[in-house]
């Protein structure tokens, strides 16, 4: 009966969306919110008083239990496919000891299923992971935002790993290095729809990047052939170039750099293509961007895929329409704020992180501390690339932190996360932010509390 009763009451309210709120309905803030003086487990000022936040990680939890965890939370992740989709988050330490950790959304709990087994500078240490990506087969990307470059470097980092496992027991997941990927200073990774791998370099003069695999649909062999390319305007000579843009090969389909290129050997043995310093080669020169960071692809009405990509020191966010070929400034300091009516101008500062909404709106998260750090909203009502206005959605006053990592939960609209890296107090958190829904909708949170939703809703609503 008890079984029955949940089925009836998932079912009933599941159907669509029931809130009152959405998270794109708002009233911009006008200024941020002052360092210190919101708790660290609500560190958020909201643009609606409707929306919700609380604390459902922290660091200082996980060490009192004795696990590893050297702290600077990133980016974030969901198990987007498989038979339990949506329900594990996944984020990274961007230290110098990098690891994973999983986040179970129906227990509760967060465990670090990976850790670097050395500390830096260690040859077989694993430094600054920032990236987070699920890819379309059900594995795990991250890599390292740390590459010095060149054939003189003495460098191991930069490079891209997939977690081949990452829903299997701790103890037990397998970090491979994707060697074909070059090395650079990684960050946002994105799938578009023909399983095409694009990724940056964090560099001011960084390059936007593209993997096309010789076999895109099968997971177990897209890391063991494909050709990597850079993304150039003109003749790749304009700095920020905008317009008509193409794609110029730089490795063959083993990874290896072209003729010209540069081939790195690191202290381990391991021979990489140097995707930096090939691509400032004249033959096969990318446009530079002032430090690529963060990217997210939208599909359009139209089937077209937009690619974002902010750099931070440019205080730009672009989006490349890869249908057309061509890259636009999406929002910059020219861009209007809502809440005043002017261009937004220094308000806007080092935006660093992406997220798209359900309804497709595009969030810019700033790398700022507490007190400056903000929470943008794009508006681009027409979806032309261009936003024609922009709003602050939020903003965190934890001292000495920056908000990362900003997911829309994919399966249900009302719910998001974000961390709090590096505060002051070493104590990072994971912060979930709701639209607050009407009564009814309530029942379905307080089964999700109990963990009954979950299997309710796989089992019981057919």
Known sequence: MKRLLVSMAVCGLSASSLSAAEFWDFTPLPTSVAAGSRPEAAPFQLSNPL??????ASRNAKLAQGQFDSGNWDMIATNATGP??????????????????????????????????????????????????????????????????????????????????????????????????????????????????????????????????????????????????????????????????????????????????????????????????????????????????????????????????????????????????????FLSRSTIDEASGNAVGTALTSPDNLAIDAQGNIYVIEDQPGGSADIWFGRDANRDGVAESMARWASMSTVGAEPTGLYFDMFNRGRAFVNVQHPDSDDDRLIELQAVPEPGTWVLMSLASLGLLWKARRKSCE
């Open 51 to 56: 929306f919700r936040q609380r604390s459902i």
């Open 84 to 329: 339990d989709a949506g329900r594990y988050l996944f984020s990274v330490f961007e230290t110098g000891q990098a690891g994973i950790h999983r986040t179970d959304l129906v227990n509760g709990t967060t465990d670090t299923i990976w850790a670097s087994p050395a500390v830096t500078p260690a040859l077989n240490s694993h430094v600054a992971f920032d990236a987070s990506r699920w890819t379309p087969w059900g594995t795990y990307l991250t890599a390292e935002e740390s590459w010095r470059g060149n054939t003189t470097s003495n460098s191991v980092y930069g490079r891209l790993f997939e977690l081949t496992n990452p829903l299997a027991n701790l103890g037990s997941t397998n970090l491979v290095h994707r060697n074909i990927i070059p090395r650079v200073s990684h960050e946002g990774l994105a799938f578009d729809k023909d399983n095409s791998l694009y990724y940056i370099d964090e560099l001011n003069g960084g390059s936007i990047y593209k993997y096309v695999s010789d076999t895109p649909t099968n997971g177990a062999t897209y890391f063991d052939a494909g050709v990597n390319y850079v993304l150039r305007v003109g003749d790749g000579n304009t700095p920020n170039a905008t317009g008509a843009y193409s794609w110029v090969a730089f490795t063959d389909n083993t990874g290896t750099a072209l003729s010209g290129g540069i081939n790195y050997t690191d202290p381990n043995g391991v021979t990489s293509s140097d995707g930096r310093f090939t691509t400032n080669d004249a033959t096969y020169k990318g446009t530079d961007y002032q430090r690529p960071e963060d990217l997210e692809i939208q599909t359009l009405a139209n089937g077209d895929q937009i690619l974002y990509v902010a750099t931070t020191t440019t205080n730009d966010v672009y989006s490349l329409n890869l249908a057309t070929n061509t890259i636009s400034r």
